[in-house]
């Protein structure tokens, strides 16, 4: 049975990229999920979407911005603690640009939101990720 939610890890692609995330000694990953939602070409796909609102709470959380559902990932949490990762401010920067995308009309993660009683939720949601990166 699929996840699914408006929070940030309350869908499968969120909780696949954590997962993934467990094989990883740096923030090439997170690196990667950024670069892959600002490169994408022409609609962004909701699995990166998706994925992307992740690594932005990764990014928040090894700020010191971390969510409640942030707090509430123990292997993400683990990581963090474990790995001790530094973005620098050209990641952090990324990071929003990418937020602002998934907020963007070419997202599908957003068209598909858009369609629920709950988009105004996701979006409060995204956009306060978005706050927590934004300095």
Do not use: Y
Not at 26 to 41: D, F, K, Q, Y
Not at 104 to 132: H, I, K, M, N, Y
């Amino acid at each position: 049975m699929g996840a699914w939610g408006f929070g940030s890890f309350e869908n499968d692609d969120a909780a696949d990229w954590l997962d993934e995330l467990g094989d990883h000694q740096s923030l090439a990953l997170v690196r990667e999920t950024i670069a892959a939602v600002l490169e994408a070409e022409e609609q962004l796909e909701a699995p990166e979407a998706c994925a992307g609102i992740a690594a932005g709470e990764l990014i928040a959380a090894a700020i010191g911005r971390p969510s409640g559902a942030a707090r509430k990932q123990e292997e993400l949490m683990i990581w963090i603690s474990k790995m001790r990762p530094s973005p620098d401010a050209a990641l952090i920067a990324d990071a929003v640009s990418a937020i602002d995308r998934i907020l963007g009309p070419e997202s599908e993660l957003r068209e598909l939101w858009a369609e629920t009683d709950d988009f105004a939720a996701w979006q409060a949601d995204v956009a306060q990720l978005r706050s927590r990166l934004a300095f």
